[in-house]
C-alpha cells in the first residue's frame, strides 16, 4: 500500500482551502470521543519472564509468590473509565488477579489460570455488551 504524503494529506482534509492554507502555518489538534466499546481483547500465556517483569506483573506480589506462568487477559476499553467495571466483573467471574488497570486510558492487565482468565475476559466482553450497551470486539489468542 503506497504511502500518503503530509501533504497529500492535507489537501484531502481541507480541499478547497488548499491552496490558501499551504503557505501558512497550520496546528493540528488530535481529538478523541470514544464511544462505548471493548476495543481489544487478547488473552496469551508467555513463556518468558521478561514479560512478566516489563509489565511490573513481579511487583506488589506476596513473598514466595510468582506469578510466571500464568495467562494474562488485556482489556482495553473506553470510555476509560468503564475499565473499573470491567475489573471488578472479571474479579467477580473468575479466579484472577488484577495485575494493572488504568482508567486514564481504559486498560487492564489480569493474570491467573488460562481457564480462569477465559472465563474472567469473556464475562468481561458479556457483560459490557448486554448489560451497559458496548460495542465488543473479538477475542485473540496467542
Not at 488504568?102 to 488460562?114: E, V
Amino acid at each position: 500500500m503506497p504511502r500518503i504524503t503530509k501533504e497529500e494529506l492535507l489537501e484531502k482534509m481541507f480541499h478547497d482551502n488548499y491552496e490558501q492554507l499551504k503557505s501558512k502555518k497550520l496546528r493540528m489538534t488530535r481529538v478523541r470521543v470514544p464511544g462505548k466499546e471493548v476495543c481489544m481483547a487478547h488473552i496469551l500465556t508467555p513463556t518468558d519472564p521478561r514479560i512478566y517483569h516489563n509489565l511490573g506483573l513481579h511487583i506488589g506480589v506476596h513473598e514466595g509468590e510468582d506469578h510466571t506462568g500464568e495467562s494474562i487477559g488485556l482489556v482495553r476499553v473506553t470510555p476509560w473509565e468503564s475499565v473499573v467495571i470491567a475489573a471488578d466483573v472479571a474479579a467477580k467471574a473468575a479466579d484472577i488477579q488484577i495485575g494493572f488497570m488504568d482508567r486514564f486510558c481504559g486498560s487492564l492487565i489480569i493474570t491467573g489460570a488460562l481457564a480462569d482468565v477465559e472465563i474472567a475476559v469473556q464475562e468481561v466482553i458479556r457483560f459490557m455488551v448486554e448489560v451497559m450497551g458496548f460495542r465488543p470486539c473479538e477475542i485473540h489468542k496467542s
